[in-house]
């Protein structure tokens, strides 16, 4: 697993400051709450999105949930979505994704003449094929694919690409039993309504957690 709580996509992020007094309290218990919902969710395999404007508060939830489920034998991969703000061709960034994915999960690379021959005509497609067929098959836990700073699908060339890719994995988890064994979740400080709504991406398909 990466040091999510500090480093995501090569990146150092802020540590929350520590909170005393009454305000701890309140948010120890709005943590508590959020990570019974979330690990909930994750473990009966439903996707979600987690919306907060508490930065502190969902960062915390982030790396909490992450280490208690890896110690429920969640397998998970952590991508940061501020990585679209430089990226402007699809392939580029599934190819770096993918590299990602199989670093984090400890999986073989695939070769290179495999990604060149299946990523020409779609590299989304090609994507959602390796976790098909060289991922999941050979997983023997439950997968996460864990995205932070949804926000930035409001602004970034390639958000089109990536409402993409979480159809066609939805579409998959439909008609692939291997794709059962793996969960979405999205975290961001906008609405679901105003990320996923206008046709981008089914909204029933994600679980709503709002702090």
Same mark, same amino acid.
Do not use: C
């Given at each position: 697993?990466?040091?999510?709580?500090?480093?995501?996509?090569?990146?150092?992020?802020?540590?929350?400051?520590?909170?005393?007094?009454?305000?701890?309290?309140?948010?120890?218990?709005?943590? #508590?709450?959020?990570? @019974?919902? %979330?690990?909930? =969710?994750? +473990?009966?395999?439903?996707?979600? *999105?987690?919306?907060?404007? $508490?930065?502190?508060?969902?960062?915390? #939830?982030?790396?909490? @949930?992450? %280490?208690?489920? =890896?110690? +429920?034998?969640?397998?998970?991969? *952590?991508?940061?979505?501020? $990585?679209?703000?430089?990226?402007?061709?699809?392939?580029?960034?599934?190819?770096?994704?993918?590299?990602? +994915?199989?670093?984090?999960?400890?999986?073989?690379?695939?070769?290179?003449?495999?990604?060149?021959?299946?990523?020409?005509?779609?590299?989304?497609?090609?994507?959602?094929?390796?976790?098909?067929?060289?991922?999941?098959?050979?997983?023997?836990?439950?997968?996460?694919?864990?995205?932070?700073?949804?926000?930035?699908?409001?602004?970034?060339?390639?958000?089109?690409?990536?409402?993409?890719?979480?159809?066609?994995?939805?579409?998959?988890?439909?008609?692939?039993?291997?794709?059962?064994?793996?969960?979405?979740?999205?975290?961001?400080?906008?609405?679901?309504?105003?990320?996923?709504?206008?046709?981008?991406?089914?909204?029933?398909?994600?679980?709503?957690?709002?702090?």
């Amino acid at each position: 697993m990466m040091g999510i709580q500090r480093n995501t996509n090569g990146r150092r992020q802020a540590m929350p400051r520590l909170q005393t007094g009454p305000s701890a309290n309140k948010f120890a218990n709005k943590l #508590l709450e959020a990570k @019974t919902q %979330l690990i909930t =969710a994750v +473990l009966s395999g439903k996707s979600s *999105y987690v919306q907060g404007d $508490d930065t502190p508060l969902r960062y915390r #939830l982030l790396t909490d @949930t992450a %280490l208690r489920l =890896a110690d +429920l034998g969640q397998t998970a991969a *952590y991508f940061d979505l501020t $990585d679209l703000d430089y990226q402007f061709d699809a392939a580029k960034w599934m190819h770096n994704s993918l590299r990602l +994915l199989a670093i984090q999960l400890n999986v073989s690379l695939p070769e290179n003449d495999w990604w060149v021959t299946h990523s020409e005509a779609d590299p989304i497609a090609a994507f959602v094929q390796f976790l098909g067929e060289k991922v999941l098959p050979q997983a023997q836990k439950p997968i996460l694919l864990s995205f932070d700073q949804a926000d930035q699908l409001l602004k970034v060339p390639l958000a089109a690409d990536f409402w993409r890719l979480l159809t066609q994995i939805e579409a998959a988890r439909m008609q692939q039993p291997a794709f059962m064994n793996l969960t979405i979740v999205l975290w961001g400080s906008a609405s679901w309504e105003m990320l996923a709504g206008n046709g981008r991406f089914p909204t029933a398909a994600l679980n709503p957690i709002i702090l």
